[in-house]
């Protein structure tokens, strides 16, 4: 019953809310656009490419090394994760800004090189790695950890203990985190690095569909061979050999660094405080001048918090929808391979370049962006709900009718992994949602990429800070809110 109050509540919410949204169709021939588009992908000219191979390589460089150096950097912070409520608090500051946004910061400092396609991935992977880690570690049985002598340090009861049991899921989740490291190094490319997506952008935006599919295949390909190429007797070979396509590295200057840190992304009146000033209050009422400077916030938080909510309950609804297809027990055969094919391309494109073509399709608005949202993540939701389904022994006296079977046997079962699914993803999509802001959209991703722009670091840092706030707020009440299931430990989950 909870769970069926939380559903309800949460479609409710989006019924409610959804007519104050901007959720306009705003493109004159929306299906005309979508047939060419279709036709793009249905037949593609590799022939047109410039220089693919070179785009490929840099995309897979760049998630294999920002994926390596995040769990390099993530794993010894995971053995105090526990004890350091300061660690804690940072890990999740840096894991709530997205890689967009973190290169939009790294550029201003190392330009369109490695360094910042690198730094970008690996800041918040490294946070994200920190706080898995430890809980795989907190999640394993004590008997062998506390049969070693008492006075053993932290590392070797790692080293002895914790590392031989845990290693099977730590090295899942790594899989899985280089999995979605390649969607976040072809993400990249909407901000200038030559990785597959700044192909694919320039390709959509400028009509040469055809262009566009093909290397939309090869993104494809390129995830669904990940077994085969990413296998882990490979990765070190590949490695290796991609420290020579990585570059270029710039030549920074330490003191334009320095400036940067220090003076660049803070507000002026902080930067020039002192004694004094804290002391004569000029240092609030130029703080205050200096807030009045910002853009009106309350539309851009609102929109933010609105897509967010429609995005949530729109995955829930998509899920819900696909499962039961793609699942043994209620789907048929071809239903189970149609809709095994479209959680894989839905899961499979990146959420932003899905929200760019539903944008060239629909025009600028929440619409194209909840789609997106909701299309991506309720096809995660769906595909792990599909699974855990097919893994449920049916007894004997199961009804005979599918609808009897998914209604009375299988959704009791599914349903609270499936919400524990669903609030795992929620503060993934506030992360998502803030960075369609750079697509037009009227979120708070909108003034981060356009202070960036017009080189107001303070601001575009303040903002920043702002989403990675909301992002905590709401992965603090998605937690409250989810259920406990034990389809939540899959390592994909999270």
Same mark, same amino acid.
């Given at each position: 019953m909870r769970l069926l109050r939380l559903g309800a509540g949460?479609?409710?919410?989006?019924?409610?809310?959804?007519? =104050?949204?901007?959720?306009?169709?705003t493109s004159r021939d929306p299906w005309q656009e979508l047939l060419r588009?279709?036709?793009g992908l249905v037949s593609p000219s590799p022939s047109?490419?410039?220089?693919?191979?070179?785009?490929? &390589?840099?995309?897979?460089?760049f998630a294999l090394w920002g994926t390596l150096l995040g769990a390099l950097l993530g794993l010894?912070?995971?053995?105090?994760?526990?004890?350091?409520?300061?660690?804690?608090?940072?890990?999740?500051? %840096?894991?709530?800004?997205?890689?967009?946004?973190?290169? @939009?910061?790294?550029l201003q400092v190392f330009g369109l090189s490695a360094v910042t396609a690198l730094a970008a991935i690996t800041i918040p992977y490294a946070a994200t790695f920190a706080k898995v880690y430890a809980e795989i570690l907190e999640q394993l049985p004590q008997a062998p950890i506390k049969a070693l002598p008492a006075a053993t340090s932290r590392l070797m009861r790692f080293?002895?203990?914790?590392?031989?049991?845990?290693?099977?899921r730590l090295a899942s989740y790594t899989r899985y985190r280089f999995e979605c490291a390649l969607r976040a190094s072809v993400l990249l490319g909407f901000v200038g690095l030559p990785t597959l997506g700044f192909y694919l952008e320039s390709a959509f935006r400028e009509g040469r569909y055809h262009e566009a599919g093909a290397l939309l295949w090869i993104f494809y390909l390129l995830i669904a061979t990940l077994p085969w190429w990413g296998h882990r007797r490979l990765l070190p070979v590949l490695a290796i050999a991609s420290l020579w396509w990585l570059g270029p590295w710039p030549n920074v200057n330490p003191a @334009?660094?320095?400036? =940067?840190?220090?003076?660049? &992304?803070?507000?002026? #009146?902080?930067?020039?405080?002192s004694l004094e000033t804290v002391v004569s209050g000029e240092l609030f009422s130029g703080m205050l001048q200096w807030a009045g400077q910002l853009p009106h916030l309350l539309p851009a938080l609102g929109n933010t918090l609105l897509l967010g909510l429609l995005g949530t309950a729109?995955?829930?609804?998509?899920?819900?929808? %696909?499962?039961?297809?793609?699942?043994?027990?209620?789907?048929?055969? @071809?239903?189970?391979?149609?809709?095994?094919?479209?959680?894989?391309? %839905?899961?499979?494109?990146p959420e932003l370049m899905l929200a760019f073509i539903l944008l060239l399709l629909l025009g600028p608005s929440l619409l194209p962006a909840w789609l997106a949202l909701s299309l991506h993540n309720g096809a995660i939701i769906a595909f792990l709900c599909a699974r855990h389904a097919n893994q449920i022994q049916l007894p004997l006296s199961k009804p005979q009718g599918r609808?009897?079977?998914?209604?009375?046997? @299988?959704?009791?079962?599914?349903? #609270?992994?499936?919400?524990?699914?669903?609030?795992?993803?929620?503060e993934t999509i506030i992360r998502e949602t803030a960075i369609l802001g750079m697509l037009g959209v009227a979120t708070l991703g909108f003034h981060i990429d356009s202070s960036f722009e017009y080189m107001m670091f303070d601001q575009a840092f303040a903002l920043l800070l702002l989403t990675a706030i909301l992002n905590i707020a709401v992965d603090s009440l998605a937690r409250r809110l989810r259920p406990k299931s034990d389809i939540s430990e899959d390592s994909c989950v999270r």
């Open positions: 949460l479609i409710l919410a989006m019924l409610v809310l959804a007519p =104050f949204g901007d959720l306009s169709i588009m279709l036709a047109l490419l410039e220089s693919p191979l070179h785009a490929l &390589i840099l995309t897979v460089s010894p912070l995971a053995l105090v994760y526990s004890r350091s409520r300061l660690l804690r608090g940072a890990c999740a500051g %840096l894991r709530a800004i997205h890689e967009l946004f973190w290169a @939009l910061l790294l080293v002895y203990a914790e590392l031989p049991m845990a290693w099977p @334009l660094l320095w400036r =940067f840190v220090s003076h660049d &992304i803070w507000p002026a #009146p902080l930067v020039n405080a729109g995955s829930l609804l998509v899920a819900m929808a %696909l499962w039961p297809l793609a699942s043994r027990h209620v789907g048929n055969r @071809l239903t189970q391979r149609t809709t095994g094919g479209l959680l894989i391309f %839905l899961r499979t494109t609808l009897e079977c998914w209604l009375y046997e @299988l959704n009791p079962r599914v349903a #609270p992994g499936m919400f524990a699914l669903l609030f795992y993803r929620a």
